[in-house]
């Protein structure tokens, strides 16, 4: 039972360009929601949140909207680096299971240079 | 600030034997989580620690799978006897408020 879906496994971008990586969720008591970029041979990383009282949030190139009727969030960087080639992982956290973390599949993103 | 740290970083078993990952999280963090990472699909929650306590074991195979924080710092993920479907990454994460989890490099394990 997946209930954080990453449904793209892969994205190719052009350098400079925008990188949008979606994610779709099915618990509606969800109420925090995370993006964590993984390096090969590395642990995820933790890269920028957004609460459910929010509908986004920025940090540098990064930006976060969270889309709640929709059960939709999406990660947008700008402009794309080759640095940012990574896997990136969408996670929810369940206030009633302790917080516990529901983490999709991963989007492997390749910018090109 | 140091990070979570975790050892070894590969294994290779052979089915039916025993196999010990350690962790040390971050420090002050009372919040630590083991999780699995089968390849291709995201991390899935083994255990969860709050200091020494369990909060969540909840998708741990108890019949293999073991963990300890027994000072509430480290901790030990075991399992005993390794299957072939067990080969996965076992990432170990810690958190001081449970809103954002950091994690180490993992443990690859690979069971033949």
């Known amino acids: 039972d997946q209930q954080v879906k990453q449904n793209s496994p892969s994205l190719s971008v052009q350098e400079g360009r925008i990188s949008i990586l979606n994610c779709d969720y099915t618990?509606?008591?969800?109420?925090?929601f995370l993006w964590y970029k993984k390096y090969p041979a590395e642990g995820p990383t933790f890269l920028i949140s957004?609460?459910?009282?929010?509908d986004k949030n920025e940090d540098g190139r990064f930006t976060v909207f969270l889309n709640k009727s929709a059960k939709h969030l999406s990660l947008h960087i700008v402009p794309s680096q080759p640095g940012d080639s990574a896997v990136y992982f969408c996670?929810?956290?369940?206030?009633?299971?302790?917080?516990?973390?529901?983490f999709g599949t991963g989007t492997s993103l390749t910018v090109i240079p | 600030e140091a990070g979570v740290a975790q050892s070894p970083r590969y294994k290779i078993i052979e089915k039916r034997q025993s196999v010990a990952f350690w962790c040390n999280p971050i420090s002050g963090h009372a919040t630590l989580y083991w999780y699995q990472q089968i390849l291709g699909q995201g991390p899935k929650l083994l255990i969860q620690f709050q200091n020494n306590g369990v909060v969540d074991d909840s998708q741990l195979p108890k019949d293999r799978f073991s963990a300890e924080r027994l000072k509430g710092v480290d901790s030990t993920l075991k399992i005993q006897p390794a299957k072939l479907e067990d080969s996965a990454v076992y990432l170990c994460?810690?958190?001081?408020?449970?809103?954002?989890?950091?994690f180490g490099p993992g443990t690859r394990l690979t069971v033949l």
């Open positions: 957004i609460s459910s009282i929010k």
């Open positions: 618990n509606s008591m969800f109420d925090y």
């Open positions: 996670a929810a956290s369940d206030p009633f299971t302790g917080n516990q973390f529901y």
């Open positions: 994460a810690s958190s001081s408020t449970g809103d954002t989890q950091y």
